[in-house]
């Protein structure tokens, strides 16, 4: 019987989960990777059931972050060790497929566009984590779009799904704007570039 205690931290200071027998870090945790530790994944989430097997970004970009069954997949369809430098699975493959059967993904890319020409530093369900004066974490939003170097950020309330938070907490801008972030709010479900313009180009 294994131990619940993991000999690694979950993730590492950039949101990228851990290995837990090597230690190295990774945005998902590939089946190509645990061939080198000659472990199949099924056998490492036994040994280690309550550790990550991808990063936050992962699953705030893709729905497959917690699907199990993805990585045995792969799992089986692997029968010889990787080249040196491909550890992780098809990001690039998986964002593109899930972009191809989700409009919500192609409107995202669609303001994400539009966004970076004002806000070179805008991010995609970014995650604020805020702590106060005393180092507690006061509160954490995932919001749609935010450039954490402007403190800026962009919310669409009637677009999104996690834009359910608002329900949750209902003073969520309030508490934004109390620590210095900037909240434009476009409450629209067909934010068109027209429309974000007059609310964030005209809105000073």
Known sequence: MFSSKLPYPEFDSEGKLICQ???????????????????TFEDYTKRFPNAPISSQEFNARTKFGKNKDLFVEQQKKESIPPEPEIEELDIEFIMKKELETNP?????????DYLKVHFTNV??????????SDNRLKFEFI?????????????????????????LDPNKKLKL???GWKVYEIPTNNPTNE?????????E
Request: with cysteine; glycine share 2%.
């Open 21 to 39: 027998i090597c230690g190295k870090s990774f945005l998902v945790l590939s089946p190509k990777h645990l061939i080198k530790h000659n472990i």
């Open 104 to 112: 919500i993904k192609v409107a995202k890319n669609r303001i994400l």
């Open 123 to 132: 991010k995609s369900d970014y995650l604020i984590r805020q702590f106060g």
């Open 143 to 167: 919001t749609d779009f935010c450039d954490p170097i402007l403190k800026v950020v962009f919310q669409f309330p009637d677009t999104f799904w996690h834009n359910k938070d608002l329900l």
């Open 177 to 179: 704007e109390s620590y």
């Open 195 to 203: 429309i974000m313009d007059k609310i964030i180009l005209n809105s």
